[in-house]
């Protein structure tokens, strides 16, 4: 009776032990790390000890391991022959043979055993863990690098054996877990705070497009050369400073042979240093910075930044001018559209009473869909609802094309969309009227 008692009370034990190696596992990984840091650099102690445990999470977690491996084991050594110890007697008192209540005995020992381990070695302490991982972190903090420290040759041993049987079958094991949240689980977290009013639409649709912006071409940000405007280095400075002072701008491309060979950049900053109204703006004109129409959009504004210019000139890639971007520009892509005095009145969406919005058709794909909510199709085709009805119709249009599109199910809800051509400028869509399709069937315009 004493040895069955004695065993039960090592299970017992076991089984804290088994909790302990499992609160480890869980409140190390699940911690908040900067938090620690934090406290720890404000003098906490306890905190700092975490920190230096998370800083081995690997090898703390391959310690924990087999912590709870060898505890586990030992447990289900001891448990199953104490319980049958005291209920073996109880059974054979009923009439069973001893053979039989040996068996029941042992069997009842190992479900008995296998029960506490589960709720009492693993599944409580895997919830207080994750309940309240910062504060049981620091606490064990003290006791794992202790533990960590008797054990590091067994640890070591296990963790070497293992890393050349992963080795052996082509892959190569990671000495640390990854840590942080990736840019698409920040895109997760910014749109379902969105969609359930925590974040306004405005402040959501900033930090979406600040998340994406590493993503995208200075092609997706620049002025195309059809609204690019640009003067021959035989323009006189009273010519350049007249077209300043019409467009509000004040940086143009200046060309040679033609618009596509640009030579340099002149506007208001070479005129105020120009004292002579009849010299050619070839003389007074700086160094183009040019870029490719593939180069990153981050990139363009170190670029910028390192030669100190606001204003670059984009190539295609058979060296033609494809447009121009500004750090305003990149400005805009990220926040929306800056206004200053100098630029004319927009023509803003409107949304008519039937419910369809009206809208300028250089609209970007992402900007159409903020407006309207409606998920229009994106294609690395195209950048604009222009370039959306061009690739639809498969020529040039004329005011009153009209094409139906299937929404985009991953970037919004489904359905259909009917695109109305308005007006049309320089052979490409200048408006369109876009409204829900509501089911009805899609009407195509043939080239």
């Not at 208001?268 to 007074?284: F, N, T, Y």
Request: negative net charge.
């Amino acid at each position: 009776m004493v040895s069955a008692l004695a065993g039960l009370a090592g299970m017992l034990l076991l089984t804290v032990a088994t909790g302990y190696f499992v609160a480890q596992e869980f409140a190390f990984t699940v911690a908040d790390r900067a938090v620690l840091e934090a406290e720890a650099a404000a003098g906490d102690a306890r905190a700092r000890r975490a920190v230096a445990v998370m800083g081995r999470l690997s090898f703390m977690l391959s310690g924990a391991q087999l912590g709870i491996t060898v505890t586990a084991l030992v447990t289900g050594l001891i448990a199953s022959p104490a319980v049958a110890a005291l209920a073996g007697p109880a059974l054979a008192a009923v009439g069973l043979s001893s053979g039989a209540a040996h068996g029941i005995a042992a069997g009842a020992g190992f479900v008995f055993a296998t029960g506490v381990q589960m709720v009492g070695g693993e599944l409580a302490p895997k919830n207080l863990a994750l309940a309240r991982a910062g504060g049981l972190a620091k606490r064990l903090a003290a006791g794992t690098l202790v533990y960590l420290a008797v054990a590091g040759p067994a640890i070591r041993l296990f963790d070497r054996a293992a890393a050349r049987l992963l080795r052996a079958v082509g892959v190569e094991p990671a000495e640390e877990l990854a840590a942080g949240v990736t840019a698409a689980d920040l895109a997760d977290i910014i749109g379902s705070s969105g969609q359930a009013g925590r974040l306004p639409g405005d402040l959501s649709g900033l930090l979406m497009r600040a998340l994406t912006f590493g993503d995208r071409t200075v092609a997706e940000v620049m002025v195309p050369r059809p609204d690019v405007i640009t003067v021959a280095v035989t323009a006189t400075a009273e010519e350049l400073a007249g077209l300043v002072a019409a467009t509000g701008h004040t940086s143009f491309p200046v060309w040679s042979a033609g618009p596509d060979d640009v030579t340099g950049i002149a506007g208001a900053r070479e005129l105020a240093a120009c004292e002579d109204p009849g010299m050619p703006v070839g003389q007074i004109m700086r160094p183009a910075l040019l870029v490719p129409e593939t180069l990153p959009a981050e990139a363009v504004v170190a670029r910028m930044r390192e030669a100190v210019e606001e204003f670059a000139c984009v190539a295609d890639q058979y060296g033609g001018l494809a447009g121009i971007v500004t750090f305003e520009d990149i400005a805009e892509d990220l926040t929306g559209p800056i206004a200053d005095e100098s630029d004319p009145v927009p023509a803003a969406p409107a949304h008519a009473a039937d419910g369809a919005w009206e809208l300028d058709a250089a609209t970007r794909i992402s900007r159409a869909r903020q407006v309207t909510g409606l998920a229009l199709p994106a294609d690395p085709g195209y950048d604009t609802v222009s370039g959306l009805v061009l690739a639809r119709l498969g020529r040039l249009p004329r005011p009153g094309d009209q094409i139906e599109v299937d929404l985009d199910p991953e970037a919004g809800p489904p359905g259909r969309a009917d695109i109305e051509v308005t007006a049309v400028r320089r052979h490409v869509a200048r408006r369109v009227r876009i409204r829900t399709a509501a089911g009805r069937p899609g009407r195509r315009e043939r080239p």
